[in-house]
């Protein structure tokens, strides 16, 4: 069987407080900085923050065609230390594993960010994974994403007026 393990990193113009927000803003569908790339919905009320919360998640990466572009997921929170870290568990979907997202303060206004992506491809995906680069393409969407939480944040700073 396939397993992945990669390790996605940056050092962004973003505060741990500024990223986790984002994410929260993004699983609670209040904004879209990361889509086409990435939609991520949070099941339910009980949000990311809370061990046990259940997110969906769908990755469109465009780099296969239409059909097979599509990926879809299920991640629980099993570990969420504020403005730190926050660890889901894949459970259902086309990837089983985990995804751990460690936040560390780099100069003043910068956070380093590092995802590590540890999972399995699942069902259908099994097959799928043999005809795509799959770490290149996580990696595509994480960088992405990384530079949208940039760009959110600003946008969060300026409607602030700082």
């Known amino acids: 069987m396939t397993t992945y393990d990669v390790v996605d990193e940056a050092t962004i113009a973003a505060t741990p407080a500024e990223i986790m927000q984002a994410l929260l803003d993004e699983a609670a569908g209040r904004s879209q900085w990361w889509q086409p790339d990435l939609r991520m919905r949070q099941r339910g009320d009980q949000p990311p923050t809370e061990i046990g919360a259940v997110v969906d998640i769908t990755v469109n990466s465009g780099q296969l065609p239409q059909r097979w572009a599509m990926v879809r997921f299920s991640g629980r929170v099993i570990d969420f230390e504020p403005e730190r870290r926050l660890v889901l568990d894949y459970f259902d979907g086309d990837f089983r594993g985990t995804a751990e997202w460690t936040l560390s303060p780099a100069d003043a206004g910068y956070t380093h960010i590092a995802v590590r992506f540890m999972t399995d491809p699942h069902g259908g995906m099994r097959l799928r994974a043999r005809f795509a680069d799959v770490p290149s393409i996580?990696?595509?969407?994480?960088?992405?994403?990384?530079?949208?939480?940039?760009?959110?944040?600003?946008?969060?700073?300026?409607e602030a007026g700082e």
């Open 138 to 158: 996580n990696s595509a969407v994480m960088q992405k994403g990384f530079r949208a939480i940039e760009r959110y944040a600003a946008g969060k700073r300026a």
